[in-house]
C-alpha cells in the first residue's frame, strides 16, 4: 500500500529542498517514499518520487510515471539505491557519505533520469531513516564542485528532518484512519441501537395497555390491584427512559459529519471543578426536595413482595412513618433503592429472608437499611464495590447483572451529600447463619434541618 503524503508534508519537502538549491547550490533534488506491495516479498521495496527539482529533470515523455520509475531501484546489501545516480551513499547509522566503487554500482536498462541531470561524482543519496525503519531516499546534487564536509553535514540534518516529518505524516494518516473506522463503528452502533429501541416501544406500549385495562377490570378492594399498579408505573418509568435514549442519540448529519484533524493541534489541560452528571442516569436535572423515606419507599416495597412471593423469599419490612424529612431527588433515590433491593431479591436463594428497614438515625442523617441472608460479600470483592462492570465471584455464577448497579447507586447517592455503607456478614444477626452469612447496605440521607 502507497503510503499517503499529505499537502503539508510535500510542502515541507519542497521548503527543504530549496534550502538545498538556494543555500548550497544543489543542481538536482529528488525525495522518494517507498511504497511496500503485498504481492511481493517482504525484503523489498519499490520507491516513488514525490518531490522533483527542478521539474525539467523528471523522465523523458513517455516514461515519468510512477510505476515506470517504481522499475529504477534495485538494491546493494541491504540499502536501495538509484541506478546511474549515486556515487555517494550514507547507509542508516553511518556518520558521513561513502562512496561506493565504480564496480559495485550495478548498470541499469530500465528508465533513468536525463542525462544532463547524472553527476557522475557530486550527487549524495541518503536514506530517510527513523528509529530503525527506512521511509524513503533524498538524492542531491550539483554540477560545479564537490561537497565539502559542512555541506554533507547540512545535507544529513536535512534528510533527518525529512525523516521525523515522513513519521509524523504516517502517523497522522494512521490517526485520520483509526478515527474514521470509529466513526464507521460508531454509526453501526447507532443503527443497532435505534433497532432495538424501535422494538422495545411496542411490547412496552401492550404492556401498559394490558396494566391500564387490568386496573380497570378489577375491583378498589382486589389485592391485585397493587400489582397491575405496579405493571403501569414501571411501564412509565421505561417510557420516561426511553425518551431520555431518544434526547441523546438524536444526532444531527453534522454531528456524524467525519472528522478531521485540525492542521495546528493545541492540548490544554485543564481542571473541571464541577463535574456534570452523567447522561440517562434518573433524576438528571431534578432539584432535590424534602421527602419521607416512608413515602419513596412505599411503592417499591409492593413490587417487592410480588417479586419474593413468586422466588419464595420472605419480605420484612420495618417503616417508621414519622421519622424527619430528609432532602434527596425523588427519582435518584428510587433507583438506587431499586438497584439494592433488587440485588437484595436476586442473590438471596429460595427459603430466604430480606430485611427493609427505615428511621434510622445518625448525626444528622437518616438511614434505610436492607438486609439478606444470602452467601455475602468476600472481602476481596468489598474492596471493588461501585466500580462499573466489577461482579467479582459473581460473574462466576449462572446470576445475569451487569455490575453497574451498585456503581450508579453510589454515584447518585455521592450527589445527594449522602453515604452508602456496606457490611458483608449483615450486622443483623436475626437474619444470618454460618452457612448464609448475608450482607446489610445502609443508605444514609441529610436529614432537613427544623
Same mark, same amino acid.
Given at each position: 500500500?502507497? $503510503? ?56 523523458? +515523455? ?6 515506470a520509475t517504481e522499475h529504477k531501484q534495485l538494491q546493494v546489501g541491504n540499502v536501495l539505491i538509484l541506478p546511474n545516480q549515486q556515487r555517494r551513499l550514507l547507509t542508516a547509522g553511518s556518520e558521513s557519505p561513502t562512496s561506493l566503487p565504480e564496480s559495485e554500482i550495478p ?27 527506512? $521511509? ?6 550539483? %554540477? ?25 505524516? /504516517? ?9 474514521? #473506522? ?38 378498589p378492594a382486589d389485592t391485585n390491584r397493587n400489582v397491575a399498579n405496579s405493571i403501569v408505573r414501571e411501564s412509565d418509568r421505561l417510557q420516561e427512559l426511553l425518551q431520555q435514549f431518544d434526547q441523546v442519540i438524536d444526532l444531527t448529519e453534522a454531528d456524524l459529519a467525519p ?12 481542571? /473541571?471543578?464541577?463535574?456534570? +452528571? ?8 431534578? %432539584? ?7 413515602? @419513596?419507599? #412505599?411503592?417499591?416495597? @409492593? ?6 412471593? #413468586? ?45 427493609? /428497614? ?9 438511614? @434505610?437499611v436492607i438486609s439478606d441472608n444470602g452467601p455475602g460479600i468476600p472481602p476481596q470483592d468489598l474492596e471493588h464495590l461501585g466500580e462499573r462492570h466489577y461482579r467479582g465471584v459473581q460473574a462466576q455464577t449462572e446470576i445475569p447483572g451487569t455490575g453497574l448497579g451498585l456503581a ?7 450527589? $445527594? ?7 458483608? +456478614? ?16 445502609? @443508605?444514609?440521607? +441529610?436529614?432537613?434541618?427544623?
Amino acid at each position: 500500500m502507497l $503510503m499517503s503524503a499529505s499537502s503539508d508534508f510535500l510542502a515541507l519537502c519542497r521548503e527543504q529542498i530549496a534550502l538545498l538549491t538556494q543555500g548550497l547550490g544543489a543542481t538536482l533534488s529528488i525525495v522518494y517514499l517507498t511504497q511496500e506491495l503485498v504481492e511481493t516479498p517482504s525484503d523489498e521495496a519499490k520507491l516513488i518520487p514525490v518531490v522533483i527539482y527542478p521539474e525539467t529533470a523528471l523522465l523523458p +515523455p513517455g516514461e515519468e510515471t510512477a510505476e515506470a520509475t517504481e522499475h529504477k531501484q534495485l538494491q546493494v546489501g541491504n540499502v536501495l539505491i538509484l541506478p546511474n545516480q549515486q556515487r555517494r551513499l550514507l547507509t542508516a547509522g553511518s556518520e558521513s557519505p561513502t562512496s561506493l566503487p565504480e564496480s559495485e554500482i550495478p548498470n541499469a536498462s530500465g528508465p533513468h533520469l536525463k542525462e544532463e541531470y547524472l553527476f557522475s561524482g557530486n550527487q549524495i543519496v541518503l536514506p530517510l531513516v527513523y528509529e530503525g525503519v527506512m $521511509m524513503g531516499l533524498l538524492v542531491t546534487g550539483r %554540477k560545479d564542485r564537490a561537497w565539502n564536509e559542512h555541506e554533507e553535514s547540512q545535507i544529513q540534518r536535512i534528510a533527518q528532518t525529512l525523516a521525523i516529518a515522513c513519521i509524523l505524516d /504516517q502517523r497522522r494518516a494512521w490517526f485520520e484512519q483509526q478515527l474514521h #473506522e470509529q466513526q464507521v463503528l460508531q454509526e453501526k452502533q447507532r443503527d443497532l441501537l435505534d433497532n432495538l429501541l424501535h422494538q422495545f416501544r411496542n411490547p412496552l406500549t401492550a404492556l401498559r395497555t394490558f396494566g391500564k385495562l387490568l386496573l380497570k377490570r378489577l375491583r378498589p378492594a382486589d389485592t391485585n390491584r397493587n400489582v397491575a399498579n405496579s405493571i403501569v408505573r414501571e411501564s412509565d418509568r421505561l417510557q420516561e427512559l426511553l425518551q431520555q435514549f431518544d434526547q441523546v442519540i438524536d444526532l444531527t448529519e453534522a454531528d456524524l459529519a467525519p472528522l478531521h484533524l485540525p492542521e495546528e493541534v493545541f492540548v490544554e489541560a485543564t481542571i /473541571q471543578k464541577d463535574a456534570k +452528571p452523567p447522561l440517562l442516569l434518573p433524576g438528571t436535572g431534578d %432539584k432535590a426536595v424534602d421527602c419521607s423515606l416512608a413515602d @419513596i419507599l #412505599e411503592p417499591l416495597l @409492593i413490587s417487592a413482595k410480588a417479586i419474593a412471593q #413468586e422466588r419464595k423469599l420472605k419480605l420484612i419490612t420495618e417503616i417508621q412513618q414519622n421519622s424527619p424529612l430528609v432532602r434527596a431527588n425523588v427519582k435518584a433515590l428510587r433507583e438506587v433503592l431499586t438497584n439494592i433491593i433488587d440485588n437484595a431479591l436476586k442473590y438471596t436463594p429460595p427459603g430466604g429472608k430480606i430485611l427493609i /428497614q427505615a428511621g434510622q438515625e445518625k448525626a444528622n442523617f437518616q438511614g @434505610i437499611v436492607i438486609s439478606d441472608n444470602g452467601p455475602g460479600i468476600p472481602p476481596q470483592d468489598l474492596e471493588h464495590l461501585g466500580e462499573r462492570h466489577y461482579r467479582g465471584v459473581q460473574a462466576q455464577t449462572e446470576i445475569p447483572g451487569t455490575g453497574l448497579g451498585l456503581a450508579i447507586a453510589k454515584q447518585l447517592i455521592e450527589q $445527594m451529600q449522602g453515604e452508602i455503607e456496606v457490611f458483608s +456478614p449483615a450486622i443483623n444477626s436475626k437474619l444470618t447463619s454460618p452457612d448464609a452469612p448475608g450482607t446489610t447496605f445502609i @443508605i444514609w440521607l +441529610p436529614e432537613v434541618e427544623n
